[in-house]
């Protein structure tokens, strides 16, 4: 697969055959997918966004991300400046796909890969990403609030606009409030059998109570 983009001028994704271009970035990723979840996906373009303005205002030490996939999540973190990162997945082929892009990377020692779901570690972390289908994001919602820090930020994806009167109550529920969301539009040659074209995602931080 063949892609490249920039994140706010400043963060650049792409295959290794476009090197160049990469090297012409403050901070880039170079990335093989494999059969993992597009890296070029608005949602994963729009998780990528919210990192890199969550990172630059707080601090953060560690963070997760649940269904890695490729591992760009984790490791546009530790490119970024996270000291280190854990990647869940409870595909073997996206373990190896992670691995293979952050020895790609030279962050091998500083991603802890895991073959299993939020359950399978304890936490906490000061950033917990999720780009994940609305079902199961909504069915681990819980389970990653468990893993945030007491100050941590979480960055969820995987849902559409006609989802989000699903997900804010949700959230609300279990004491998150929104700070920033985002959308963006993929097109398609018909209408989704969602009949939106938009998806979404939130930062989000645990209520603080005063």
């Known amino acids: 697969m063949l892609f490249f983009y920039r994140i706010d001028d400043f963060l650049a994704v792409g295959a290794p055959w476009w090197r160049r271009l990469l090297s012409r970035s403050p901070v880039s990723i170079h990335l093989r997918p494999g059969s993992s979840f597009p890296p070029n996906h608005p949602t994963t373009k729009m998780c990528l966004r919210l990192m890199l303005q969550d990172l630059r205002e707080n601090q953060c030490r560690n963070l997760v991300d649940v269904g890695c996939g490729s591992g760009i999540l984790s490791l546009a973190g530790l490119k970024l400046g996270v000291a280190c990162a854990v990647g869940l997945d409870l595909c073997p082929q996206a373990i190896s796909t992670s691995r293979a ?109 005063k």
């Open 101 to 209: 892009n952050a020895e790609l990377n030279q962050l091998a020692g500083r991603l802890l890969l895991v073959r299993g779901s939020a359950e399978a570690v304890a936490g906490p972390f000061d950033l917990v990403v999720a780009n994940l289908p609305l079902v199961v994001l909504t069915e681990k919602l819980t389970e990653l609030v468990r893993l945030s820090g007491a100050n941590a930020s979480l960055i969820l994806s995987g849902f559409q606009d006609v989802d989000r009167p699903l997900m804010e109550p949700e959230m609300r529920r279990l004491g998150l409030v929104a700070e920033r969301w985002l959308s963006e539009d993929l097109t398609f040659y018909a209408v989704p059998p969602s009949g939106s074209f938009t998806w979404m995602a939130v930062l989000a931080r645990k209520k603080t109570s």
